[in-house]
C-alpha cells in the first residue's frame, strides 16, 4: 500500500494545494500523522493502518458528493480492495461534526478506525493551530472576527449549522463548535491529547475578550 499512500498524498497536493491553508495539504498531513500515533496508542491492528492512513489523507477531498466519487474513483484506480474502499469512503461520509449534529451517526456501531479519523481530525481543529486554523478560514470567507451583538448561536440543528442568515463570526465559531469537540472525542488517546489543547483554546479566549473590552 505504500504506492497507493504516495499516490494519495500526490492527489491531495493537486487538489488542496488549491484551497486557503485552513484547508491545505499540511492539514492533511498532520491528521494522518496524529491519527498514526492515535492508532499506535490504541493499539490498532496493523492491518487497518492503510485504511485510517487514507481516510486522513483523502477526508477533506471527499466531503462533497462529487469529492466522494472522485476519492471511490482513486480507489478503485489504485487497486484497493473493495472491502478496505467501502470502509474508508465510510469513515470520510461520516466523520463530519454536522453529522453528529444531524444525530446520524450511531456510537455504538463507530469501528476504532472511525475513532481514530475523527479523534485526529478534531485534534486539528482545537489548540494552537485550531486557533491559526479559525481565524484563516472565517479571514478567507470574509467573517468579521467578533461582534459582541452577535450571540453564539445554541443548540443548532444539522441544517443550522450547515446553512444560516446569521452573521456568522470567527470567535462565534469556537463557541458553536471548536470548544465542543474536546467532548466528542471517540478514543482514550484522543480525549487526553484534547484536554491540552481546549485549555489552551479557553486561555486564549479569555486573553482575547480582555484586550477586547480593554482590560488588558
Not at 492515535?38 to 491492528?45: C, R
Amino acid at each position: 500500500m505504500v504506492g497507493v499512500v504516495a499516490m494519495a498524498e500526490e492527489l491531495v497536493h493537486k487538489v488542496m494545494g488549491q484551497w486557503d491553508s485552513s484547508h491545505d495539504p499540511f492539514h492533511a498531513f498532520r491528521v494522518r500523522d496524529l491519527a498514526l500515533s492515535l492508532a499506535k496508542e490504541e493499539a490498532l491492528p496493523p492491518n487497518s493502518l492503510q485504511i485510517v492512513e487514507l481516510a486522513c489523507l483523502l477526508h477533506d477531498i471527499g466531503k462533497c458528493k462529487q469529492g466522494t466519487e472522485s476519492v471511490a474513483d482513486f480507489l478503485r484506480e489504485q487497486g484497493v480492495e473493495a472491502k478496505s474502499a467501502e470502509v474508508i469512503l465510510s469513515i470520510i461520509s461520516s466523520m463530519g461534526f454536522k453529522e453528529e449534529l444531524g444525530g446520524s451517526l450511531n456510537h455504538d456501531q463507530c469501528s476504532l478506525e472511525f475513532a481514530i479519523v475523527q479523534d485526529a481530525d478534531r485534534l486539528d481543529a482545537i489548540g494552537a493551530i485550531g486557533i491559526a486554523r479559525a481565524f484563516t478560514y472565517g479571514g478567507n470567507r470574509n467573517h468579521m472576527i467578533h461582534d459582541p451583538d452577535q450571540a453564539p448561536r445554541t443548540n443548532l440543528t444539522k441544517m443550522e449549522y450547515m446553512h444560516s442568515d446569521a452573521k456568522l463570526t470567527t470567535l462565534n465559531h469556537f463557541h458553536e463548535k471548536l470548544l465542543k469537540l474536546k467532548g466528542l472525542m471517540k478514543t482514550k488517546a484522543g480525549k487526553q491529547r484534547a484536554e491540552g489543547r481546549h485549555k489552551f483554546m479557553e486561555t486564549y479566549l479569555q486573553q482575547f475578550q480582555g484586550e477586547w473590552e480593554g482590560r488588558l
